[in-house]
C-alpha cells in the first residue's frame, strides 16, 4: 500500500496575520499584564490624533476602526472577541491615525504603551503575533493612504519632494494631491486656505494647515517625538539612525540599557536610500536599504529604545560629565556614554547650480519614489561605489538609458563585482570613465546637462533631466567642534588609531587605553562611516554598533 505524504498545512493569509485571533491561554497572559474594563455603545476609546494610546484585546463585543472623511466615515477594521487594535505607532508612542469606537458593548483588557513593550518583549509567541500583526496594519495603512496628513504638492516644486520623502522614509501613511493632475486646483486651494505661493502644504489631522514645512515642524505636528521624555538621564544616546546606530540601539536596549537615539531626518542613513541591497548576509535575494532600516527601527522600538526624529545634535558639551548634546529647542540630553553615527554625506559635483536642482533634477538617493519621475527617460549616476551600482542597475529598470560618470578608470577598485558584471552585461547601461560633470542647466526644472572628459579635454552635451549623485563622502563631524580627534580627512579616530600623546590634550582622564572603536572622549564611541578606517559595507556597520554596546557595559560599570 503506498505512503500518503500529508501536504503541508496551508499558509495563513495576509488578513489572518493581520488580524490574528488570541487562544484562551495566549489572552490570559495578555491580562495578566493589563486590567479589564467595560465598553459602552457608540464609545469612543481613543480618536485621531490622540496621544498615549491604549492596546485593546476585545474579550466580548466589537471595535470599529473608522477612518474620518468629509462625506463620513469610513470602516478600516473589524476587532471582534480575541482580536486587538493598534500599529507600529503604539511601540513608538505616536499619535493614532484612526478612530477606535464600540459597535457592540462589551468588555476589553486595556495595556499602556510601557505594559505592551513588557509583554512583547518577555512573551516570544504573543510578541511574534503582535508585532507581525502591526507591521502588516502600517503598510496597509500606508498602501490605502489612511493617514492623518495630507500632502498637496508638485513634482515641480523640489521641496514637494522631500516632505514625501521625509514622510515615506519615516513610514508615515498620507495622502497626495498632486496639482499636476488634479482637474480644479482651485477648489482645493479654498477647501484648505491656501495658495500656489504656499506649495508644498502639510496639512494634520485635518486641522493645522503647514506652508513650506521642515522636517522639524512635520515631526511636531504629527507627535512623531511625543513619547520622548528629553529630560531623562541616558544611559546610551546613539547620534544617527543609520545601520550603525540603529544596531547598537538595539542591542542596547534589548541588554537593559536606557537608549535614546538623535536622528536629523529618517532612518537608514546612506543605505536607506539604496534600492536594493544583494550581499547583506541572510537575504539571498535582496533587501532595499529602506526595508531592512524599517525592520531595524521597529525591532529598537520593540525594546524600548526611544527615537528622536527630525532633530539635529547641534554641539557636544565634551568637558564635564554627564555628557550633554544640544539639540535645539529643548533642554541639553544629558547622557552616560555616547555612539556617535552620524555618518557621511555624499559629495556635491564643484557646481554652483547644483543646490539649485536638488529636488527638481538633482537627487542623492535612488528609491521607489525618484524611479518613478524619471520613467523611460535618459538618466546619469555619478558615483563608482556600491550605491551608485546599485541605484543604475536599479534605475535601468524603467529608464530608457543611464549613464554612469566615476573619475576614475573604472569600477574594479570600488565596487562589488556581481555588481560590475550586471552594469556590463545590461544594454541600458554605459559607463564613462575619466568623466566628470560639468554644467546644468534648465528653467522650472533640470534640462540640459553638460559632462567633461578630463583625459580628452572633450566636453558632450545631452537632454537629461536627472542626475543621480553617489560619490566621495564628507564626514558629518562639524557638531563635535573640536571635542574629539579626528583625522585629516575629518573622520573619527578609534581605539588603536588614536595617537598616545593626541590622549592628554583631548580630556582623556583615565588610566586605560581607548577601547576598540571608543574615541578620545572616555565613553563616548564612533561607529560606521563616521569612524576612520570603516569599512564602507552595512554588514560592517551594524558589526561595529553591536560591538560598541559591549564596551559601553564596561564604561557604565567603571
Known amino acids: 500500500m503506498a505512503t500518503v505524504t500529508p501536504l503541508p498545512p ?48 476585545v474579550l466580548s463585543g466589537q471595535i470599529e476602526s473608522v477612518r474620518q472623511l468629509p462625506e463620513g466615515d469610513e470602516l478600516v477594521a473589524v476587532h471582534n472577541p480575541g482580536q486587538f487594535s493598534g500599529e507600529v505607532s503604539l511601540l513608538a508612542g505616536r499619535r493614532a491615525l484612526v478612530r477606535a469606537r464600540v459597535s457592540i458593548p462589551g468588555e476589553v483588557i486595556e495595556l499602556t504603551r510601557e505594559q505592551l513593550l513588557a509583554l512583547v518583549q518577555t512573551d516570544s509567541e504573543i510578541g511574534e503575533l503582535l508585532m507581525r500583526a502591526f507591521i502588516l496594519r502600517r503598510v496597509e495603512l500606508i498602501a490605502r493612504g489612511i493617514s492623518d496628513a495630507i500632502v498637496i504638492g508638485s513634482a515641480h516644486c523640489a521641496k514637494t519632494l522631500g516632505v514625501k520623502e521625509f514622510l515615506m522614509r519615516n513610514a508615515h501613511p498620507f495622502t497626495y494631491i ?82 535614546l537615539v538623535i536622528e536629523t531626518r529618517f532612518p537608514g542613513g546612506q543605505a536607506g536610500s539604496s534600492s536594493k541591497i544583494e550581499n547583506y548576509l541572510g537575504f539571498p535575494t535582496g533587501i532595499s536599504g529602506q526595508a531592512l532600516a524599517g525592520r531595524a527601527y521597529t525591532q529598537a522600538q520593540k525594546f524600548g529604545a526611544e527615537i528622536l526624529i527630525a532633530r539635529s545634535a547641534l554641539r557636544l558639551s565634551c568637558t564635564e560629565r554627564p555628557y550633554q548634546i544640544d539639540v535645539g529647542e529643548s533642554a541639553p540630553l544629558r547622557t552616560r556614554t555616547i555612539l556617535v553615527a552620524t555618518g557621511a554625506e555624499y559629495r556635491k559635483p564643484l557646481l554652483a547650480d547644483i ?8 537627487y542623492y538617493a535612488a528609491t521607489f519614489m525618484e524611479a518613478q519621475l524619471c520613467g523611460g527617460e535618459e538618466i546619469i549616476v555619478i558615483g563608482g561605489g556600491n550605491s551608485a551600482g546599485q541605484a543604475a542597475v536599479f534605475l535601468a529598470q524603467t529608464a530608457r538609458h543611464v549613464h554612469i560618470l566615476v573619475r576614475g578608470d573604472g569600477l574594479a577598485d570600488t565596487m562589488s563585482r556581481y555588481l560590475i558584471r550586471r552594469i556590463e552585461e545590461h544594454p541600458s547601461i554605459k559607463l564613462h570613465v575619466h568623466t566628470e560633470l560639468a554644467g546644468l542647466e534648465g528653467a522650472e526644472h ?113
Open 446 to 558: 533640470l534640462e540640459h546637462v553638460q559632462w567633461r572628459n578630463n583625459v580628452t579635454g572633450e566636453i558632450e552635451h545631452r537632454d537629461i533631466r536627472h542626475v543621480f549623485i553617489m560619490a566621495g563622502a564628507i564626514p558629518a563631524t562639524d557638531w563635535l567642534q573640536g571635542c574629539l580627534v579626528l583625522d585629516a580627512h575629518g573622520f573619527i579616530l578609534t581605539g588603536p588609531d588614536l595617537p598616545r600623546e593626541s590622549l592628554a590634550p583631548a580630556h582623556w582622564a583615565t588610566l586605560r587605553s581607548p577601547y576598540l572603536l571608543e574615541t578620545s572622549l572616555p565613553g563616548v564611541f564612533a561607529a560606521g562611516d563616521v569612524r576612520a578606517g570603516n569599512i564602507k559595507r552595512v554588514a560592517s556597520a551594524v558589526g561595529e554598533g553591536s560591538i560598541a554596546i559591549s564596551f559601553v557595559h564596561r564604561v557604565l560599570s567603571e
Open 355 to 362: 543646490p539649485r536642482y536638488e529636488g527638481i533634477g538633482v
Open 10 to 57: 496551508t499558509a495563513k493569509s495576509t488578513a489572518e496575520r493581520m488580524f490574528p485571533q488570541l487562544t484562551p491561554a495566549q489572552i490570559a497572559r495578555v491580562a495578566a499584564h493589563g486590567r479589564t474594563r467595560t465598553m459602552q455603545q457608540g464609545e469612543v476609546l481613543f480618536d485621531v490624533g490622540d496621544p498615549a494610546v491604549q492596546f485593546l484585546l
Open 178 to 259: 498632486d496639482l499636476d493632475h488634479e482637474p480644479d486646483v482651485q477648489a482645493v486651494f479654498d477647501r484648505f486656505h491656501v495658495t500656489a505661493a504656499d506649495v508644498p502644504i502639510l496639512v494634520c489631522r485635518g486641522e493645522v494647515v503647514l506652508r513650506h514645512p521642515t522636517p522639524a515642524e512635520i515631526a511636531e505636528c504629527l507627535g512623531f517625538n511625543a513619547a520622548v521624555d528629553d529630560r531623562e538621564l541616558y544611559d546610551l544616546v546613539v547620534v544617527g539612525a543609520g545601520p550603525a546606530g540603529l544596531a547598537a540601539a538595539v542591542y542596547a536596549a534589548s541588554e537593559g540599557l536606557r537608549v
